[in-house]
């Protein structure tokens, strides 16, 4: 157990609907990542948030948007869901972004039907 | 931008046998890092190895230790006395040292351990 904690674990949902994933990182830890697992992409890079700002952004498409909150957890917002869009989101954790290891959460299997 | 290779999509070893995955990269800094990630059925990413750029020995972690060539970019990792828990995709990723980077992973290696 890495001690980051993602909700919920899976989610089934339509194309067109939104949906959020939540994070919460290790105690301790003021950096959140989000990456994306799907088969024909492998694992990307979503976005970073320190300390309750954004730090980095990567392949995240427009209709995903991300946030902080001072309790330091973290939601990832899905919105006009695509097919393409199911995979495995992962939230990992760091105590500061110049810390190298992330630890991962457990993930949340999307499924869009 | 970076990039991370890993060549086998699949590997096979025999119980209690030695085998290495194999991972290159493509990087114009001199300071990173690199970690092995191991991803079994659960799907949880577990943290395997992490080796720094500076350092010229190469980490070990009990049977998991790595090869670490920086003028090759070459990142090999060697598991020693093969256990059935360690059937699982192994991914080598790639962190600059600069702080606001992401992990750059490799496709994977899925490791098949034989009885």
């Known amino acids: 157990d890495s001690g980051v904690t993602q909700t919920p674990k899976h989610l089934i949902t339509a194309t067109g609907q939104r949906v959020t994933l939540r994070c919460s990182p290790r105690?301790?830890?003021?950096?959140v990542y989000w990456y994306q697992q799907s088969l024909d992409q492998g694992l990307q890079f979503l976005i970073q948030y320190y300390n309750g700002e954004e730090r980095a952004k990567g392949n995240i498409l427009e209709r995903f948007s991300a946030q902080q909150f001072p309790d330091l957890h973290s939601e990832l917002n899905l919105s006009s869901l695509e097919l393409g869009d199911s995979a495995l989101y992962f939230c990992?954790?760091?105590?500061?972004?110049?810390?190298?290891?992330?630890?991962f959460g457990p993930g949340t299997r999307l499924t869009v039907t | 931008a970076q990039t991370v290779t890993q060549s086998q999509p699949e590997m096979s070893v025999q119980e209690a046998e030695t085998v290495t995955l194999s991972c290159t990269y493509d990087t114009s800094e001199s300071d990173y890092y690199l970690f092995w990630y191991k991803q079994p059925p659960s799907r949880q990413m577990i943290l395997v190895i992490r080796?720094?750029?500076?350092?010229?020995q190469n980490a070990t972690e009990n049977r998991f230790s790595v090869n670490f060539q920086k003028a090759a970019k070459s990142f090999s990792l060697k598991i020693s006395d093969s256990q059935l828990g360690d059937a699982a995709m192994y991914f080598c990723a790639y962190r600059s040292r600069s702080g606001n980077t992401p992990l750059v992973f490799g496709k994977g290696t899925r490791l098949s351990v034989i009885a």
């Open positions: 105690s301790g830890d003021l950096s």
């Open positions: 080796q720094e750029a500076y350092k010229q």
């Open positions: 990992a954790s760091s105590v500061d972004p110049s810390v190298h290891e992330q630890y």
